[in-house]
């Protein structure tokens, strides 16, 4: 929707951009240090013809995550991470006075909404709520952090998964063996994840030692 497009770029990306976020399209990304990304998205809602309405959100794609999703291109390489691929995720609630519908209830109440008379002024509210939302989002990329995040019993949860697959793909690197299989041990036997997650961890643990060798025969150490 081009008239999105054009109020994010006038609104937001000359306040995302000096924060270190990158934009494509109607995305903003977010790098963090061990290769987790952030991710602020914007979708369009079509369903008023008096105003642009659209759902903003936060969400946070871990690199194991990402890989476990994208397992079959390990070794060729996975493909740049998605905000589709997100662990655990949020909606930013608009204010009443940038709400589609702000006397409404659950997920319509996410829906933010500026019209030609709004606009500026919706402007300017998104956006101080995007830079007060950032520190959260530089904490949650910390994957210790985003873990006690999914944990939480706050509603709603971010999580986009069972809280023991979350754990065992957010941690895989930081768990010794017998925690990863106290974790397993707790699923169901027949649980297909446990298969798939071992050898995807077996895959993992091998490609990580691989480019230790090489970067000590190299030098790079």
């Given at each position: 929707?081009?008239?999105?497009?054009?109020?994010?770029?006038?609104?937001?990306?000359?306040?995302?951009?000096?924060?270190?976020?990158?934009?494509?399209?109607?995305?903003?990304?977010?790098?963090?240090?061990?290769?987790?990304?952030?991710?602020?998205?914007?979708?369009?809602?079509?369903?008023?013809?008096?105003?642009?309405?659209?759902?903003?959100?936060?969400?946070?794609?871990?690199?194991?995550?990402?890989?476990?999703?994208?397992?079959?291109?390990?070794?060729?390489?996975?493909?740049?991470?998605?905000?589709?691929?997100?662990?655990?995720?949020?909606?930013?609630?608009?204010?009443?006075?940038?709400?589609?519908?702000?006397?409404?209830?659950?997920?319509?109440?996410?829906?933010?909404?500026?019209?030609?008379?709004?606009r500026a002024e919706v402007g300017e509210v998104l956006v101080e709520a995007l830079v007060?939302?950032?520190?959260?989002?530089?904490?949650?990329?910390?994957?210790?952090?985003?873990?006690?995040?999914?944990?939480?019993?706050?509603?709603?949860?971010?999580?986009?998964?069972?809280?023991?697959?979350?754990?065992?793909?957010?941690?895989?690197?930081?768990?010794?063996?017998?925690?990863?299989?106290?974790?397993?041990?707790?699923?169901?036997?027949?649980?297909?994840?446990?298969?798939?997650?071992?050898?995807?961890?077996?895959?993992?643990?091998?490609?990580?030692?691989?480019?230790?060798?090489?970067?000590?025969?190299?030098?790079?150490?």
């Amino acid at each position: 929707m081009k008239e999105l497009s054009d109020f994010l770029k006038e609104f937001v990306t000359p306040k995302l951009k000096p924060l270190g976020f990158r934009r494509k399209g109607q995305v903003y990304r977010l790098d963090g240090d061990s290769g987790d990304v952030a991710f602020i998205h914007f979708t369009p809602v079509r369903i008023d013809p008096h105003a642009v309405v659209f759902h903003a959100r936060c969400s946070f794609v871990p690199e194991p995550h990402w890989q476990f999703l994208n397992r079959q291109h390990m070794v060729a390489g996975v493909p740049e991470a998605k905000e589709s691929g997100a662990l655990a995720s949020y909606s930013l609630m608009p204010p009443d006075s940038a709400a589609h519908a702000p006397a409404s209830s659950g997920v319509f109440r996410t829906r933010w909404a500026f019209g030609d008379r709004n606009r500026a002024e919706v402007g300017e509210v998104l956006v101080e709520a995007l830079v007060a939302e950032v520190p959260r989002i530089r904490q949650l990329l910390v994957r210790e952090n985003l873990l006690a995040a999914i944990e939480s019993p706050e509603t709603p949860s971010i999580r986009r998964r069972g809280a023991l697959q979350s754990e065992l793909l957010l941690m895989v690197d930081e768990y010794d063996r017998e925690r990863v299989q106290e974790l397993l041990s707790r699923m169901g036997e027949d649980d297909p994840f446990i298969e798939l997650f071992n050898r995807w961890a077996y895959m993992r643990r091998g490609l990580q030692s691989g480019l230790r060798r090489s970067r000590r025969a190299s030098g790079s150490w």
